[in-house]
């Protein structure tokens, strides 16, 4: 069983990343400090800070849920009718086999990149990924 991830970072607008997380990714608030937030992100805890002297945003590289198609498909058009611009347009690879796969990127108000993954078979990409860690 695969236990949910904690991850924390500065935002220089904690109200304009709420929006998004929330009202535009249908996420849920935990707690709510003022200065931070905890959202439930598809199952993991994200705490966002807002930035202040001393704590300074700072935009992550990338990283994301993996979700099933249709929950994938349905984000990616909430994104569309939120104006939200893909780095990377929803992509599919191996349509129609058991190896397929879709990602797209889109960027959150701190700049931070998201990735959305689905794989039709997850437990086929989780072999796949432990087998190259193997390696």
Same mark, same amino acid.
């Given at each position: 069983?695969?236990?949910?991830? +904690?991850?924390?970072? %500065?935002? *220089?607008?904690? &109200?304009?990343? @709420? ?9 849920? %608030?935990?707690? #709510? ?7 439930? !992100?598809?199952? +993991?805890?994200?705490?966002? +800070?807002?930035? @202040? *002297? ?6 992550? #590289?990338? !990283?994301? *849920? ?19 611009? !893909?780095?990377? *347009?929803?992509?599919?690879?191996? $349509?129609?086999? $058991? ?8 960027? $959150? ?5 998201? &990735? !959305?993954?689905?794989? %039709? ?9 432990? #087998?190259? $860690?193997?390696?």
């Amino acid at each position: 069983m695969i236990k949910p991830f +904690h991850l924390s970072f %500065v935002v *220089p607008d904690l &109200e304009q990343s @709420r929006e998004f997380y929330v009202n535009l990714l249908g996420c849920k %608030v935990g707690r #709510d400090a003022g200065t931070w937030i905890d959202i439930v !992100f598809f199952g +993991h805890q994200l705490t966002l +800070h807002q930035e @202040r *002297p001393g704590m300074a945003a700072r935009p992550i #590289d990338h !990283f994301g *849920p993996i979700l099933e198609k249709t929950h994938w498909q349905s984000i990616a058009q909430k994104l569309t009718a939120g104006g939200v611009g !893909f780095q990377l *347009p929803p992509t599919v690879k191996g $349509d129609g086999t $058991d190896l397929e796969s879709g990602k797209y990127i889109v960027k $959150d108000p701190a700049g931070n990149l998201l &990735e !959305f993954k689905y794989y %039709v078979s997850f437990s086929s990409a989780l072999q796949i990924s432990q #087998d190259a $860690d193997l390696q």
